[in-house]
């Protein structure tokens, strides 16, 4: 089994929709993080658990609501997005958040509409 | 501000060129420079670049980096169709940030 995965791996919804999206590493590792990637833009830091902590939130809108119940599991909780949402979520894992190599799942890509 | 420049931002050549793929940076507190390698989805590790100088070769694929003028190139030689993708530069900071560059986007033609 790959070390990232991430359901759904497609995803449409409406903008008064309510979902999430869920991400699970088989890694042991200790950190987790969910990137934006946007048409033509560079992937976007959105947030940073570590250890079950979130430790960055990089001034993201309240519809996106992550949560780390262990330290294998992330979600990002999804209400009354935009479309400009529209993008592919990833989600990464590495050993610590000290430590550099991250290690991408294959990404949901979300169409609001 | 932090700021990585890629470029370019797309190249197209043919199978057996050789091609470099420039990084260029400016972060707070510098730690360390990250290539990923982007295909249809996931971003996958290619190199960490700690020191300067200091070049990192895996196969055809090569990088260094230079910490006086911030920049990091990476060298493919003998281009292979396999090798199309997005290549994403990420320098990382003391403060355990990654900014990950626009990309350059790769394709090899047959």
């Known amino acids: 089994e790959t070390g990232v995965t991430q359901t759904p791996r497609h995803l449409v919804m409406g903008m008064t929709n309510k979902k999430s999206l869920k991400c699970e590493q088989h890694?042991?590792?200790?950190?987790m993080y969910w990137y934006k990637q946007s048409a033509k833009k560079p992937l976007e830091l959105m947030f940073v658990?570590?250890?079950?902590?979130?430790?960055e939130n990089n001034s993201v809108p309240s519809r996106f609501s992550p949560e780390c119940p262990n330290s294998s599991h992330l979600f990002l909780h999804l209400h009354t997005l935009q479309p400009e949402d529209s993008a592919l979520y990833l989600c990464?894992?590495?050993?610590?958040?000290?430590?550099?190599?991250?290690?991408f799942g294959p990404g949901t890509r979300l169409l609001v509409l | 501000e932090d700021k990585v420049v890629q470029s370019p931002l797309s190249l197209v050549v043919h199978e057996g060129d050789t091609v470099t793929l420039n990084c260029s940076y400016e972060?707070?507190?510098?730690?360390?420079l990250l290539w990923y390698k982007q295909e249809k989805k996931a971003p996958t590790f290619l190199f960490m670049l700690?020191?300067?100088?200091i070049e990192k070769k895996s196969g055809r694929l090569s990088s260094i980096l230079d910490k006086k003028e911030l920049f990091s190139i990476l060298n493919i030689t003998a281009t292979q169709t396999g090798d199309s993708a997005v290549y994403l530069c990420?320098?990382?900071?003391?403060?355990?940030?990654?900014?990950f560059g626009a990309g350059t986007r790769l394709f090899v033609k047959a």
């Open positions: 990464a894992s590495s050993q610590a958040r000290t430590i550099e190599t991250q290690y």
């Open positions: 890694l042991g590792h200790n950190a």
């Open positions: 658990y570590s250890l079950e902590e979130r430790v």
């Open positions: 972060v707070t507190n510098f730690r360390s």
């Open positions: 700690t020191s300067s100088g």
């Open positions: 990420a320098p990382r900071t003391g403060g355990f940030k990654t900014i």
